[in-house]
């Protein structure tokens, strides 16, 4: 089954507008501090390949993921454990489907039903820079798994801090590490009052967030019925934070709502696969899903009242991990707007001025919607165990 065609509205934009560039890799740096030894113990880097007789080392991809766990966030974090080409260096949790605190649990609950307990996670921010906080319990449920009082049998502990252990581990790899942002983004912002330069020691940023491209000299992009589609919890939730990632150099792909919630799909989607298969995985995603499928339900209607379910985080997991799934996008400078009817502040990308001095960074406007669920589809199809 595939998602709905009414649900995935395609544009066809030139492809020289999603050319990946990466930025030199900066000289390598001592950690700042020890990790933890149960990282220091965990999975090699690195496969050892046979072919033709001569042994070849086969890099895996490093990845940082930073989290807010909730339902969908859930589904992204499965298909990067179950990719044998990443190693999850870290997983980082932030306030915002949920609090930090079960954010962080939540993340540890999916590894761990994913054979996936070599995978450290680690507490991050609780609260945003400066703003209020704001949560998304009417979409994910008040524990981000739809109230289902999933919990693992050990909570994440409080310490060492997330935000610590990405400036070690960005320190021990520079140029090499991937990093995933699927929730606000105040531990990459917190990271960077204490590392200016380190989106550019990292390899790349992917981010869930902004609104998209603005038309040329468009002051009020959120009255755009494009941008209506969906707000954007991301970057309202702490604007101050995800200011503050548009204003520094390095390789950052922005891949927000206007794109990723043009994907809703099946709910029946999930459920096949877990009666099919029987396979924990796929049974976790149709036990928390419910609420979450009801939200989007009843948010976008579809024919024949079918229930449907977003995939935005595997959106950005699949741009990350396959950027040929990436049909149409953009590199522009962030703007912050302000919709003054609920005060809420956004970012979009929006044509470059005569003299340019902010960074530019890549927006994606179009995916390939099928191709991201035909590897939904092969993950949750793939037995255990996944390392």
Same mark, same amino acid.
């Given at each position: 089954? /595939?998602?709905?065609?009414? +649900?995935?509205?395609?544009?066809?934009?030139?492809?020289?507008?999603? =050319?990946?560039?990466?930025?030199? !890799?900066?000289?390598?740096?001592?950690?700042?501090?020890?990790?933890?030894?149960?990282?220091?113990? +965990?999975?090699? =880097?690195?496969?050892?390949?046979?072919?033709?007789? !001569?042994?070849?080392?086969?890099?895996?991809?490093?990845?940082?993921?930073?989290?807010?766990?909730?339902?969908?966030?859930?589904?992204?974090?499965?298909?990067?454990?179950?990719?044998?080409?990443?190693?999850?260096?870290?997983? /980082?949790?932030?306030?915002?489907?949920?609090?930090?605190?079960?954010?962080?649990?939540?993340?540890?609950?999916?590894?761990?039903?994913?054979?996936?307990?070599?995978?450290?996670?680690?507490?991050?921010?609780? /609260?945003?820079?400066?703003?209020?906080?704001?949560?998304?319990?009417?979409?994910?449920? &008040?524990?981000?798994?739809?109230?289902?009082?999933?919990?693992?049998?050990?909570?994440?502990?409080?310490?060492?801090?997330?935000?610590?252990?990405?400036?070690?581990?960005?320190?021990? $790899?520079?140029?090499?590490?991937?990093?995933?942002?699927?929730?606000?983004?105040?531990?990459?912002?917190?990271?960077?009052?204490? &590392?200016?330069?380190?989106?550019? !020691?990292?390899?790349?940023?992917?981010?869930?967030?902004?609104?998209?491209?603005?038309?040329?000299?468009?002051?009020?992009?959120?009255?755009?019925?494009?941008?209506?589609?969906?707000?954007?919890?991301?970057?309202?939730?702490?604007?101050?934070?995800?200011?503050?990632?548009?204003?520094?150099?390095?390789?950052?792909?922005?891949?927000?709502?206007?794109?990723?919630?043009?994907?809703?799909?099946? &709910?029946?989607?999930?459920?096949?696969?877990?009666?099919?298969?029987?396979?924990?995985?796929?049974?976790?995603? %149709? !036990?928390?899903? +419910?609420?979450?499928?009801?939200?989007?339900?009843? =948010? $976008?209607?579809?024919?024949?009242?079918?229930?449907?379910?977003?995939?935005?985080?595997?959106?950005?997991?699949?741009?990350?991990?396959?950027?040929?799934?990436?049909?149409? =996008?953009?590199?522009?400078?962030?703007? %912050?707007?302000?919709?003054?009817?609920?005060?809420?502040?956004?970012?979009?990308?929006?044509?470059?001025?005569?003299? &340019?001095?902010?960074?530019?960074?890549?927006?994606?406007?179009?995916?390939?919607?099928?191709?991201?669920?035909?590897?939904?589809?092969?993950?949750?199809?793939?037995?255990?165990?996944?390392?």
């Amino acid at each position: 089954m /595939v998602a709905s065609r009414s +649900a995935l509205a395609l544009l066809h934009l030139h492809p020289r507008w999603h =050319s990946r560039h990466r930025s030199p !890799k900066p000289a390598r740096k001592r950690p700042s501090r020890a990790l933890d030894s149960a990282r220091r113990k +965990a999975s090699p =880097s690195h496969l050892l390949h046979r072919s033709s007789g !001569k042994a070849e080392i086969m890099t895996k991809r490093k990845v940082i993921i930073d989290t807010d766990t909730g339902v969908d966030d859930a589904l992204a974090i499965m298909l990067l454990a179950a990719d044998p080409e990443v190693d999850i260096l870290a997983v /980082v949790s932030v306030f915002g489907n949920t609090t930090g605190e079960r954010a962080a649990d939540n993340a540890r609950y999916v590894l761990d039903i994913c054979g996936r307990q070599d995978v450290p996670v680690y507490r991050g921010s609780d /609260v945003p820079i400066k703003q209020e906080l704001r949560m998304n319990p009417g979409i994910h449920g &008040e524990d981000g798994f739809g109230n289902t009082g999933l919990r693992p049998e050990v909570s994440v502990a409080t310490e060492p801090n997330g935000v610590d252990v990405v400036l070690d581990l960005v320190y021990q $790899y520079p140029g090499e590490i991937d990093y995933l942002a699927i929730g606000p983004q105040t531990n990459l912002a917190r990271a960077l009052e204490r &590392e200016p330069e380190l989106l550019q !020691k990292l390899r790349s940023t992917t981010i869930v967030g902004t609104l998209g491209p603005a038309l040329y000299r468009d002051t009020e992009p959120w009255a755009d019925r494009r941008f209506r589609v969906s707000r954007d919890p991301n970057v309202t939730f702490d604007i101050d934070a995800a200011e503050a990632v548009a204003a520094h150099e390095g390789d950052v792909t922005w891949c927000g709502p206007y794109v990723t919630r043009q994907a809703l799909v099946p &709910e029946d989607f999930f459920i096949e696969i877990a009666q099919s298969t029987g396979y924990a995985p796929a049974e976790l995603i %149709t !036990k928390i899903s +419910a609420d979450y499928a009801g939200f989007y339900s009843r =948010s $976008y209607p579809q024919p024949g009242d079918e229930r449907v379910m977003g995939i935005n985080d595997s959106m950005a997991v699949a741009a990350l991990l396959r950027p040929d799934l990436i049909t149409a =996008s953009v590199m522009r400078p962030l703007q %912050t707007f302000e919709d003054p009817a609920t005060g809420d502040r956004y970012l979009a990308g929006v044509h470059p001025v005569k003299d &340019e001095t902010r960074p530019v960074q890549r927006v994606v406007v179009d995916m390939n919607f099928d191709g991201v669920l035909e590897m939904i589809g092969e993950t949750l199809r793939r037995p255990l165990p996944w390392r």
